[in-house]
């Protein structure tokens, strides 16, 4: 006899509140690997937060702080910026010369989704040991991309997935309804 849809509505709903009121972070234990507790606030970059257990965000670090990042326990940059964007020349050399990994995975509004969320993933899988920091030039699709990440981690509902996005640092409606739009279409697996 099949469960009944109600019950198994009701438990997802639950889930997806208490996901919510745990604020930003990633409600997992899957942590990253040489990283204990929560990243050490990043000295220079503007709106950061804590999005989950060794990985934090927000907007451009600022010139000369990527030397200060790896003395606090940080591994990894994770660009967000697009070539289109006018960045800080010569960031990505900065960061390697400081010892830290830097990888670029551009995200614009019309490239937020699936495919995004799984290179991030992906970063997240070969980071090495150490604290990662995702940017952008706000923090903006920062959020976004973190909620669309934990979405599909997670399987949330769309509505979680855009209020999580909102509290790590998402203040655009666009990208908001590319997160609702993205996991809304989520093919079961």
Excluded at 95 to 107: D, F, K, N, Q, S
Aim: overall charge neutral.
């Amino acid at each position: 006899m099949r469960a009944p849809a109600f019950p198994l509505r009701c438990a997802a709903w639950l889930g997806a509140v208490l996901f919510a009121a745990a604020g930003c972070q990633m409600n997992t234990s899957r942590g990253l690997p040489g990283t204990a507790g929560a990243p050490p606030a990043a000295v220079g970059v503007p709106r950061f937060v804590v999005l989950g257990p060794g990985v934090a965000g927000g907007g451009q670090p600022a010139p000369g702080s990527f030397p200060v990042l790896k003395e606090r326990g940080y591994s990894t940059i994770v660009s967000l910026r697009t070539e289109q964007e006018d960045r800080p020349e010569g960031a990505a050399k900065a960061a390697r010369a400081a010892g830290l990994a830097y990888y670029e995975i551009p995200v614009a509004p019309n490239t937020l989704g699936s495919y995004t969320a799984y290179r991030l993933g992906e970063v997240l899988k070969v980071a090495p040991a150490g604290f990662v920091l995702i940017h952008d030039d706000t923090g903006d699709r920062t959020g976004a991309l973190w909620g669309v990440y934990v979405g599909m981690e997670q399987d949330l509902q769309p509505d979680a997935a855009v209020e999580l996005a909102y509290r790590c640092g998402m203040q655009s409606e666009e990208l908001a309804k590319k997160v609702h739009d993205t996991l809304k279409y989520q093919p079961p697996e």
